[in-house]
């Protein structure tokens, strides 16, 4: 298994800029999460997924959008991007079952907005 | 409001110094406390999950423990390979299948 894999690894956006991250798990995890990490902060919450067609917020959705297709893709949309949108993206996902909830993450997209 | 704040930020330690990274939390409806490794440049990895007070669990020179308030991550005898960033996240019940980060510990251990 590859686990969670994310592209690209690294991108440098113009401001007014759109783009597409994505994010790929082949464990047939229903849920999938994006965070961002910025320097010396913990992972904030962009949106999640709790299976396929189904998508909500997490702490810090604006300026991003997701969709959710299939079981395995969960891409996060970028539109009209800003300099406050500089920061490192994570995926991950997680096999919901009961008491259990540990995530596994991929790699990561090191975004920058200029 | 769930929260998570670990301390120290930072932890420098020589090469078989023992010390622990602190997690303290406040939830409500505790459905796991998780701790992940970070290597600089790559996503985190994940370490343990403790469920109730009073779980311990082991990896190598890493032991974590639970109590109804906070968690400790202990470090025996570490060595510069085990230096890394330490996050702490915790589940709760009205939070569904989310997690609830700490800003982590950033462990340096020196030879």
């Known amino acids: 298994n590859a686990g969670v894999t994310q592209t690209p690894k690294f991108r440098i956006l113009k401001i007014g800029q759109s783009m597409t991250l994505q994010c790929t798990q082949d464990m047939n995890h229903n849920y999938m999460y994006w965070y961002r990490q910025d320097p010396g902060m913990g992972l904030k919450l962009i949106y999640y997924s709790v299976g396929a067609g189904i998508t909500d917020k997490g702490e810090v959705p604006n300026g991003y959008n997701v969709s959710r297709s299939t079981t395995e893709d969960f891409p996060l949309r970028l539109e009209l991007a800003a300099p406050s949108q500089t920061s490192v993206y994570f995926c991950a996902s997680t096999k919901s079952r009961q008491g259990t909830y540990e995530q596994y993450f991929g790699p990561g997209t090191r975004l920058t907005v200029t | ?106 462990l340096s251990v020196k030879p």
């Not at chain 2, 308030?69 to 570490?78: D, N, V, Y």
């Open chain 2, 1 to 106: 409001e769930d929260q998570v704040t670990q301390s120290p930020e930072a932890l420098r330690l020589q090469e078989g110094e023992s010390s622990s990274l602190n997690c303290s939390y406040t939830v409500s409806g505790l459905r796991g406390l998780f701790w992940y490794r970070q290597d600089p440049g790559k996503g985190p990895e994940f370490l343990f999950t403790l469920y109730s007070a009073g779980e311990e669990k082991e990896k190598e020179r890493l032991k974590a423990t639970l109590t109804k308030k906070e968690s400790f991550l202990h470090i025996t005898a570490p060595k510069p390979e085990d230096s890394a960033t330490y996050l702490c996240a915790v589940g709760s019940y009205n939070q569904g299948g989310k997690l609830i980060f700490g800003q982590g510990t950033e």
